[in-house]
């Protein structure tokens, strides 16, 4: 039993472990960020060559979340966050198997010291705790995901103004877009010139690989954009006209937005506020109402 019990609780710190560094943001793989840049993209490994590891998450990853609901993989999540689904698949798995293994190390314990549980408890509590942890995961990626959205519209904004600029200036189209990608090192507009970068070694259109990208990681404007340019055509005039527009309605969108998650915020504010101010009234009001019920 305490051979047991001292392997549950190594699977159980393993498992904390684990579930620390998901609510963690990790940086991108060296492999994801190249293969974004590659004109042609990477074939998958071969099965061999995988780590164990690695097969176990892509088996997952492959037979698992082929469904919708509770099983999907969030796959657009996960390419705009830059993270491998072997990895997020096998995080999941180890922290399901945790979910399953902390009641047990918990009876066990209760056991050695004296006490008794029902022997239902580890299996209810065991498969209660490891659908919730099976789900963290995924939370964390569409939470990050998210706000990465909305930190790449903000920034796609300012991309498309300096587009504006340069083709007032009298840059070529394709000039016009390559050249604000490259004037900064935040994340968005890297992704941005990857694209496009992409566009020109395989001899596509611009806005095409901008509607690849938005499909990518799921960023509707991208894809809105690609297509009004592309109908559009080259005309200096048109392709002005639909760049405004575009700007204008992103920073009525993100004005809107930002509007609704400050009241919504301040909606939610009442409740702590109106606890607190219930809590200094009974503070105040109970010696007064206590001695005059005493008195009574």
Same mark, same amino acid.
């Given at each position: 039993?305490?051979v047991?019990?001292a392997?549950?609780?190594?699977?159980?710190?393993?498992?904390?472990?684990?579930?620390?560094?998901?609510?963690?943001s990790a940086?991108?793989r060296?492999d994801?960020?190249?293969?974004?840049?590659?004109?042609?993209?990477?074939h998958?490994?071969?099965v061999?060559?995988?780590?164990?590891?690695?097969?176990?998450?892509?088996?997952?990853?492959?037979?698992v979340?082929?469904s919708?609901?509770?099983?999907?993989? /969030?796959?657009?999540? +996960? &390419?705009?966050l *830059?993270?491998?689904?072997?990895?997020?698949? $096998?995080d999941? !798995? @180890?922290?399901?198997?945790?979910?399953l293994?902390?009641?047990?190390?918990?009876?066990?314990?209760?056991?050695?010291?004296?006490?008794?549980?029902?022997?239902?408890f580890?299996?209810v509590a065991?498969l209660?705790?490891?659908?919730?942890?099976w789900?963290?995961?995924?939370w964390?990626?569409?939470?990050?995901?998210r706000?990465?959205?909305?930190?790449?519209?903000?920034a796609?904004?300012?991309?498309?103004?300096?587009v504006v600029?340069e083709?007032?200036?009298g840059?070529?189209l394709n000039?016009?877009?390559?050249n604000?990608?490259?004037?900064?090192e935040?994340?968005?507009f890297r992704?941005?010139?990857?694209?496009?970068t992409?566009?020109?070694h395989?001899?596509?259109q /611009?806005?095409?690989? +901008? &509607?690849?990208l *938005?499909?990518e990681i799921?960023?509707r404007? $991208?894809i809105? !954009? @690609?297509?009004?340019?592309?109908?559009?055509g080259n005309e200096?005039?048109k392709?002005?006209?639909?760049?405004?527009a575009k700007?204008?309605s992103?920073?009525?969108?993100?004005s809107?937005?930002?509007?609704?998650?400050a009241?919504s915020?301040?909606t939610?504010m009442w409740?702590?506020?109106?606890?607190l101010?219930l809590?200094?009234v009974?503070?105040?009001g109970?010696?007064f109402?206590?001695?005059?019920?005493?008195?009574?």
């Amino acid at each position: 039993m305490t051979v047991i019990a001292a392997v549950a609780g190594c699977l159980g710190a393993v498992g904390l472990i684990l579930l620390v560094g998901e609510l963690r943001s990790a940086p991108p793989r060296l492999d994801a960020a190249l293969a974004r840049i590659e004109p042609v993209p990477n074939h998958p490994l071969p099965v061999d060559s995988l780590s164990i590891g690695e097969g176990v998450g892509r088996w997952l990853a492959d037979h698992v979340t082929r469904s919708a609901g509770l099983l999907a993989l /969030p796959r657009t999540d +996960l &390419a705009l966050l *830059g993270r491998p689904a072997e990895r997020f698949m $096998l995080d999941k !798995l @180890a922290l399901f198997v945790t979910g399953l293994v902390l009641p047990s190390v918990f009876s066990a314990l209760v056991v050695l010291t004296g006490g008794s549980l029902t022997w239902t408890f580890p299996v209810v509590a065991g498969l209660a705790l490891a659908a919730v942890l099976w789900l963290v995961p995924d939370w964390n990626v569409r939470s990050q995901a998210r706000q990465r959205r909305r930190d790449f519209r903000y920034a796609f904004t300012s991309y498309l103004q300096l587009v504006v600029l340069e083709r007032e200036a009298g840059a070529a189209l394709n000039a016009a877009l390559e050249n604000p990608a490259m004037i900064t090192e935040g994340w968005p507009f890297r992704r941005v010139h990857e694209a496009l970068t992409r566009a020109r070694h395989a001899q596509q259109q /611009p806005w095409r690989a +901008l &509607a690849q990208l *938005g499909e990518e990681i799921g960023v509707r404007d $991208l894809i809105d !954009l @690609a297509h009004t340019a592309e109908i559009a055509g080259n005309e200096g005039a048109k392709m002005h006209d639909v760049l405004v527009a575009k700007i204008t309605s992103m920073r009525h969108e993100a004005s809107a937005a930002a509007r609704a998650e400050a009241n919504s915020r301040t909606t939610a504010m009442w409740v702590p506020t109106s606890l607190l101010m219930l809590g200094f009234v009974i503070l105040v009001g109970f010696p007064f109402f206590s001695k005059l019920l005493a008195s009574g």
